[in-house]
């Protein structure tokens, strides 16, 4: 009678053990700081993503604590270059760096960089862990908290994406000092944003003729502070979390249209048009009372000027807001002000009502 016949028992893999770091460190020592943290993550492997700017900006300030035999791949910087084509090229860097799952991935940027390299990260072998080090004042406000990642697809926004939290987020406002005056007022509009959707008092202590000479560790972290909350009460954008979209659908849809022309509008820019229009649909739909319209209104003008478009570019416009993610098949889904500091979610709202809204902004006069 034969044996029974077992199989041979492989050796038991090396386990990588890390020492558990903050979901976000704020530094005002970026390079010590980081440092301390890739002592404590064990991995096989380092691959490190920047752009074109940030690689000159950004990286030098933090080159001298990376391993000599880190992998570094630089991708051309801006929006337009969010997509499958940047994937898989980045995808492409990994794999004839010939990286394993144990590896560990580093975006360096803003959200650009964040989104699709953590994308790259989450797909690139079924999931590699990764660290963002965001360097505008947009993605560390912004996209520092909340695990989306994702890259645009045939002319939208973030249309390809899926949830991933970093092992951390390392946000230090000595990257601000790279940014040009407009990116940091790009930034700026989240960081008014949250107090319009979530904190009165902090939105009526923000700086409106002086924007540029605050604390801008103080804002970083209570607008992380307010998105943490609401994404830890919702962390697949069910319901609450919906409110992080206030003027994002109007904005994005004006930030998608102009991405390659002459006339291109930075995320922040786009957001300031997004929020005095979907104000004005607070305004009309729920509660919103015409001084609080005003108050916005003037808010944004005064920091952001007034963007001029033509009469040809409203229908495009609007079946862009049409794809938008938060929509609900046919129906039209907006987060809407109830008030200053309180936004509901989930509000239908009509092409036409929309289009009104634009108009709205369209008929304002110039600051």
């Known amino acids: 009678m034969g044996g029974i016949v077992r199989p041979k028992l492989l050796p038991t893999p090396f386990l990588f053990k890390s020492i558990p770091v903050d979901p976000v460190i704020f530094s005002t020592a970026i390079a010590s700081d980081l440092e301390k943290v890739l002592k404590s993550i064990s991995f096989s492997q380092l691959f490190v993503l920047t752009d074109q700017n940030t690689n000159q900006h950004c990286l030098p300030k933090v080159k001298s604590v990376f391993p000599e035999n880190t992998f570094f791949h630089t991708v051309s910087a801006g929006e337009k270059n969010k997509n499958l084509s940047t994937c898989a090229d980045i995808w492409s860097a990994m794999t004839k760096a010939s990286l394993d799952r144990k590896a560990l991935f580093i975006n360096i940027g803003g959200g650009v960089i964040g989104d699709m390299g953590g994308f790259c990260a989450s797909i690139y ?8 080090i965001p360097t505008t004042l947009l993605s560390q406000v912004d996209a ?6 994702g890259v645009d697809f045939e002319g939208l926004k ?12 390392m946000i230090s406002p000595e990257f601000l000092t790279t940014l040009l005056a407009e990116e940091l007022r790009s930034g700026y509009a989240e960081i008014i944003k949250h107090g319009l959707i979530q904190d009165r008092d ?11 000479n605050q604390s801008w560790m103080d804002l970083i972290k209570h607008s992380v ?8 009460e919702d962390p697949k954008e069910g319901g609450l979390r919906k409110i992080l979209n206030f003027g994002h659908t109007i904005g994005h849809a004006f930030e998608s249209y102009f991405l390659d022309s002459p006339k291109h509008l930075l995320h922040g820019e786009a957001i300031a048009i997004g929020m ?4 004005y649909l607070s305004y009309q739909k729920l509660d ?3 001084s609080e319209l005003d108050i916005l209104t003037d808010f944004f003008l005064t920091i952001y000027g007034k963007f001029d478009f033509e009469e040809k570019d409203l229908s495009p416009i609007l079946d862009l807001c049409l794809q938008d993610k938060k929509n609900e098949g046919s129906v039209l889904m907006f987060s809407l002000l109830n008030e200053i500091g309180d936004c509901g979610y989930n509000i239908p709202v009509s092409r036409n009502e929309i289009e009104e809204a634009i108009y709205y902004y369209k008929n304002l006069a110039k600051s």
Do not use: D, M, Q
């Open 225 to 232: 502070g307010i998105k943490k909350k609401v994404v830890e």
């Open 158 to 169: 973030n249309h390809l994406g899926t949830f991933n939290e970093p092992e951390t987020v």
């Open 125 to 132: 072998k079924r999931g590699i862990r990764f660290i963002n």
């Open 202 to 212: 902090y939105f009526e202590k923000l700086e409106i003729h002086h924007w540029e």
């Open 276 to 279: 005095i229009a979907e104000g």
């Open 288 to 290: 919103l009372s015409k």
């Open 144 to 149: 520092s908290v909340g695990g989306k990642l």
